[in-house]
């Protein structure tokens, strides 16, 4: 059953606002919060109820986009067909990241973003983020490609920037000699 989220329109000036950071333990809401955020991202990339429920299909999912300003989104990697891999980031920080620059070939998508948007995000080939686990732990992920503009998009979701924010609005397509497509 799909979980019930509303995720809010970028017309919603909720989605600009600068997240708090999260203190432990997480309140049981919270983790419902996160439980159905990762059930829905997965749910959306199956094809099969995607087109059930009609559904955009979504890697990533901040708690802002769901009117919560806490650091904390959630990330769904398929690895294999119908395999997936769950990412819960909680208070993250990019502490290291590369000089090459990539952007997404068939451009950046955003639950939140209900439109077609022509242009390219700049963004980091690989990044090294230190974040928070659900209870609390430390944890360092080194991220490259998919994964590292996946984080990247959702870190920028909790400092109120939206990926179109990022694209030249006279030149969407600016600089694109000096990255690699994904």
């Known amino acids: 059953m799909l979980p019930k989220l509303k995720i809010l329109d970028e017309k919603n000036k909720t989605l600009r606002t600068i997240s708090k950071a999260v203190s432990f333990p997480l309140s049981d809401k919270d983790k419902k919060m996160i439980d159905d955020s990762l059930k829905y991202l997965e749910m959306s990339q199956i094809e099969e109820y995607s087109e059930k429920y009609n559904l955009r299909p979504g890697m990533g999912l901040a708690f802002i986009q769901l009117g919560v300003p806490k650091r904390i989104f959630v990330i769904v990697d398929e690895v294999d067909q119908g395999k997936f891999e769950h990412y819960v980031i909680i208070n993250p920080k990019i502490i290291s990241h590369s000089e090459e620059l990539v ?25 090294k983020v230190e974040a928070q686990d659900i209870d609390g732990n430390v944890c360092t992920y080194r991220l490259r490609e998919d994964l590292s503009v996946a984080f990247q998009h959702e870190l920028d979701h909790l400092d109120g920037i939206l990926f179109v924010d990022k694209i030249d609005p006279k030149n969407p397509y600016k600089d694109k000699e000096k990255m690699r497509s994904l």
Request: glycine residues 12%; negative net charge; charged residues 30%.
């Open 103 to 127: 952007y997404v070939e068939e451009g950046e998508g955003c639950l939140s973003v209900n439109r077609p948007v022509e242009g390219i995000v700049p963004r980091y080939a690989r990044v």
